[in-house]
């Protein structure tokens, strides 16, 4: 897998990150489901990018924790923000359908853990994306 395809990968990653920091400024109605949505999604496309940097193939999944498993078998400081990815797991779908709904707070947090990620893993991406 080439370099090209790590930063498709991150650039993904970094339309989910701006999609949610410019959404979550949105202030005349609630977009707090939207945003921890594109959070966690900007948290799985870094893993993926993660995962595509040790060419290693994944399934598709959106399931953070499958994820962590195998990113943190290649590298095992990713184990100190797997907990991060608890936080996130679960705004891959649950928030997108009527039943569950995510508060200013709830996205706050989600903000604050995709942050942390984007950043980890970016650092370990320094200088190939």
């Known amino acids: 897998m080439s370099?090209?395809?790590?930063?498709?990968?991150a650039d993904k990653a970094e339309q989910d990150y701006d999609a949610a920091l410019?959404?979550?400024k949105e202030r005349k109605r609630s977009l707090c489901d939207i945003v921890c949505?594109?959070?966690?999604?900007?948290?799985?496309?870094?893993?993926k990018a993660f995962l595509v940097s040790c060419k290693k193939p994944f399934f598709k999944t959106h399931d953070?924790?499958?994820l962590r498993e195998s990113v943190v078998r290649l590298d095992g400081t990713f184990a100190l923000i797997g907990d991060l990815l608890k936080t996130l797991n679960p705004y891959s779908v649950?928030?997108?359908?009527?039943g569950d709904e995510a508060d200013r707070?709830?996205?706050?947090?989600?903000?604050?853990a995709m942050k942390?990620?984007?950043?980890?893993?970016?650092?370990?991406?320094?200088?190939?994306i």
Do not use: M, N, T
């Not at 370099?3 to 990968?9: A, G, N």
């Not at 649950?94 to 009527?98: F, I, Q």
């Not at 942390?116 to 190939?128: I, P, S």
């Open 3 to 9: 370099d090209d395809l790590l930063r498709e990968w």
């Open 22 to 24: 410019i959404l979550f």
């Open 37 to 47: 949505f594109h959070s966690q999604q900007c948290a799985e496309k870094y893993w």
């Open 64 to 66: 953070l924790a499958e």
């Open 94 to 98: 649950d928030v997108r359908y009527p």
């Open 105 to 112: 707070k709830e996205a706050g947090r989600a903000i604050k």
């Open 116 to 128: 942390e990620v984007r950043a980890f893993v970016r650092g370990k991406l320094k200088g190939r």
